[in-house]
């Protein structure tokens, strides 16, 4: 719902720019006219359709680089989220806000269209070319709507409504321009909170009247009479908002358009325009292309094929900048000895995917609708070529081996400026170091953080952990572990050339 409103109100902005632009002041009120209406109903169209067209690529052309040993990993947001518990209130308040206004603005229409029924049956009528003429008493200014012109009666008696008049809501009536506003005023019910679909609404009045105008001029033979007449009626005013009234906008605007003349080459570029700007809009919401991998031929005498591994979910112990997410539900413990890969590995869920997306420090490594899924298969059914094509995957994680730092090396890790530091898995400030001494560390590791994954609290361009000889035996470090504590390893590829 949300992408439908995006698309379509960035549609109904598109086109309705380019009518202020370039159509609104020029007398091509008949295609404009068509112009507002198709507008609606190709932006409402762009929101909800999509078309997929398939390009296939061949797996040879991809870039085979080789694996480098040490690469960094970049930050990953992997799924397997742990759901809050809670209720979220916020669904059920905009239901209620928008179910309010369609209420609001349903009833407002409905007790319109009555007021126009109560009208015609409480009152006398009268026929004018062949059209439904209704007599209402103390009526200020007639207006049309539908098949019917609303008179007042005694003026109407008295022929003090003037044929002009007549003739221009006769026009309006022939013309079905009730049609457009029944249209605009139905939508609005339902998207009564786009603020888009009330400019439409009168630009296409104001458009009718137009339309109504040049009718007229072309029915009558005395063309500054009835220009007199627009200015002796313009300080009436309307009577509903859904009929068509002969003062509805301002007359200045009528009586320049009635002085206008018509340029077919404008008209004509504009026209282009128009359909260059609907094509646009349409390939840029509506075609979406969908990537397929074509399978290399095989060569027995080529090398295995390799990838430029981006991320994948790592084992270790948050000692790089990204998250690592464990399954709670995989127990595992710290042993003295390496267990076997098929014991370690056991029902991890493999995930491989083919990006053409950038592998660059901005790259981000959750699953895009664009991404296509090599394959996604536990370790136990991979296939023994598989598991040696694949082989740099499946990595234990070692036990750590204690490590000793210099006083200068620690020294230089006081500068909070430059690194944000962690003893025993406790982000502390960098004076802490302070308090210890270069033998007092079992194991230190660090790493950069790219400038997309910094924080306000910690801008510093590196991370380093420290960890005490209690905490590094507490924690079991320098051991194996007994089997990978995540139930599922996602890498992606490139394919970018």
């Known amino acids: 719902m949300i992408e439908f409103f995006i698309k379509s109100t960035t549609a109904l902005a598109s086109f309705y720019i380019f009518y202020i632009l370039f159509l609104k002041k020029e007398k091509a009120f008949y295609f404009n006219r068509w112009y507002l209406i198709l507008s609606i109903v190709l932006a409402f169209f762009y929101g909800s359709y999509t078309y997929t067209y398939k390009t296939v690529i061949s797996a040879e052309s991809l870039i085979e680089q080789p694996i480098l040993n040490g690469f960094t990993p970049q930050k990953i947001i992997l799924n397997n989220q742990i759901a809050e518990n809670g209720i979220n209130y916020l669904p059920y308040f905009l239901g209620f806000i928008y179910l309010s206004g369609f209420i609001f603005f349903a009833f ?80 609005t019910c339902f998207m009564w909170f786009n603020p888009l679909l009330y400019l439409y609404k009168k630009a296409i009045q104001l458009n009718h009247e137009f339309l109504a105008d040049e009718a007229t001029l072309n029915s009558i033979s005395n063309k500054t009479k009835y220009q007199y007449l627009l200015l002796q009626k313009e300080s009436l005013f309307k009577n509903s908002y859904l009929a068509s009234n002969f003062n509805f906008l301002l007359i200045k605007n009528r009586l320049i358009m009635m002085n206008k003349t018509k340029s077919k080459i404008k008209s004509t570029f504009f026209v282009a325009g128009a359909i260059v700007l609907s094509a646009f809009l349409f390939y840029s919401f509506c075609v979406k292309e969908e990537v397929a991998f074509q399978e290399p031929k095989v060569n027995e005498t080529n090398t295995t094929k390799q990838y430029n591994v981006s991320q994948f979910n790592n084992v270790g112990k948050n000692l790089n900048p990204f998250q690592v997410k464990k399954d709670v539900n995989r127990s595992f413990t710290s042993v003295d000895t390496k267990v076997s890969d098929a014991e370690y590995f056991k029902d991890v869920e493999i995930t491989v995917y083919e990006t053409k997306r950038s592998l660059d420090d901005g790259f981000r490594a959750v699953e895009n609708i664009n991404d296509v899924i090599l394959f996604s298969k536990k370790y136990q059914d991979f296939t023994k070529e598989e598991l040696q094509q694949y082989d740099f995957l499946f990595k234990q994680q070692e036990g750590f081996d204690k490590m000793k730092i210099s006083k200068k090396e620690l020294e230089q890790y006081k500068n909070k400026n430059k690194y944000a530091i962690w003893i025993d898995d406790v982000n502390v400030s960098n004076e802490k170091l302070n308090n210890y001494k270069p033998e007092d560390f079992a194991y230190y590791s660090g790493s950069s953080v790219y400038k997309n994954a910094r924080t306000k609290k910690h801008p510093q361009p590196f991370q380093y952990s420290f960890y005490t000889h209690d905490y590094f035996e507490k924690k079991n470090m320098g051991k194996w572990l007994s089997r990978h504590p995540g139930k599922s390893i996602v890498v992606w590829v490139s394919t970018k050339k």
């Not at 126009?116 to 026929?127: G, I, V």
């Open 108 to 187: 407002r229409f409905v007790r319109n269209l009555l007021y126009f029924s109560r009208l015609k049956s409480k009152n006398s009528t009268s026929n004018y070319k062949n059209v439904s003429v209704v007599l209402v008493e103390n009526l200020n200014t007639s207006f049309s709507f539908l098949n019917t012109i609303y008179v007042d009666k005694s003026q109407f008696e008295n022929n003090e409504v003037e044929e002009e008049l007549l003739l221009h809501e006769y026009h309006h009536i022939k013309q079905k321009h009730s049609i457009d506003i029944l249209f605009v005023e139905t939508l």
